[in-house]
C-alpha cells in the first residue's frame, strides 16, 4: 500500500500545480489535446518520457511498448494497438515530429539477443520483439567479435533504426515525410550515463544530443 499512498499523494500535487496554480493550461486542456509530437517509447519504469523530457501535460502523444518497437504496415483483419496509436496521431492530430526513443539496459531488446526460454505458452514478449530481428541479425554479423553486453547496447539502437524503417512503411507517414510535413527522430537514451543520443540519418549513426553531466 506505501506505492498507492506515494501515488495518490503525487496526485494531490499534480492537481495543486495545474487546476491550482496553473490553471489555465487544463482550460484550454478540457477543450482538447493538439500534441506535435508523437513519442514511441518504452514500458520500462526508468524511462517515462513524460518526465525525461520534462514536458506538461498536452505537450505529448505517447505510445509505449516492450522495447519502443513499431511494428511493419499490416492490413490483416488482426488487432494492432501501435499501429492505430500512430494512424490516430499522424492522421486525426496532425502531428508534425515522431520520436523514436529507446534506451540502454533494455530488457526486450537482451530478450531478442539472448532468446530465453519463454514463461508463458503465448510467448507475447518473444513474438513482439522479433520485429526487430534483422537488427539482431545485422549486429550478430557484423560485430561478432565483441563482447554480449557491447552487441545489446548495438542491438538498442540498431533497432531503434527498424522502427524508423518501419514508419515508412506507413503511406501515410511516408506520404507526409515526402511532403515534408513529418519528421522521423531516433533518440537514444543511455541510462548509465544520463545522456541523449540522437540517430543522424545523413552518416547513419548515433551521435551526441545532450551529454552526461561529468562531461560537461
Not at 34 to 41: A, E, M, Q, S, Y
Request: hydrophobic fraction near 40%; include cysteine; charged fraction near 25%.
Amino acid at each position: 500500500m506505501e506505492d498507492i499512498e506515494k501515488f495518490i499523494g503525487g496526485f494531490r500535487r499534480f492537481q495543486h500545480k495545474y487546476f491550482g496554480e496553473h490553471s489555465t493550461l487544463f482550460e484550454e486542456l478540457k477543450q482538447g489535446q493538439n500534441p506535435k509530437t508523437l513519442l514511441i517509447g518504452c514500458s520500462d519504469s526508468r524511462v517515462d518520457p513524460a518526465l525525461l523530457m520534462d514536458c506538461d501535460p498536452g505537450d505529448l502523444f505517447v505510445v509505449r511498448n516492450v522495447a519502443n518497437m513499431v511494428p511493419p504496415y499490416e492490413i490483416d483483419g488482426a488487432f494492432h494497438g501501435v499501429s492505430s496509436a500512430i494512424e490516430y496521431a499522424v492522421v486525426h492530430l496532425e502531428v508534425s515530429k515522431i520520436i523514436i526513443l529507446g534506451h540502454s539496459a533494455c530488457g526486450g531488446i537482451r530478450a531478442l539477443m539472448q532468446n530465453p526460454e519463454s514463461k508463458t505458452e503465448a510467448n507475447f514478449v518473444g513474438r513482439w520483439v522479433r520485429i526487430a530481428d534483422s537488427a539482431r541479425e545485422q549486429v550478430k554479423r557484423e560485430l561478432a567479435h565483441k563482447d554480449e553486453e557491447r552487441q545489446i547496447r548495438a542491438c538498442e539502437m540498431a533497432a531503434i533504426i527498424v522502427s524508423l524503417d518501419n514508419l515508412m512503411s506507413f503511406p501515410f507517414i511516408a506520404e507526409r515525410v515526402e511532403a515534408g510535413k513529418l519528421s522521423l527522430i531516433g533518440w537514444y537514451f543511455d541510462i548509465q550515463q544520463g545522456s541523449l543520443y540522437d540517430f543522424d540519418q545523413e552518416i547513419n549513426r548515433f551521435r551526441p544530443l545532450v551529454t552526461s553531466i561529468s562531461a560537461t
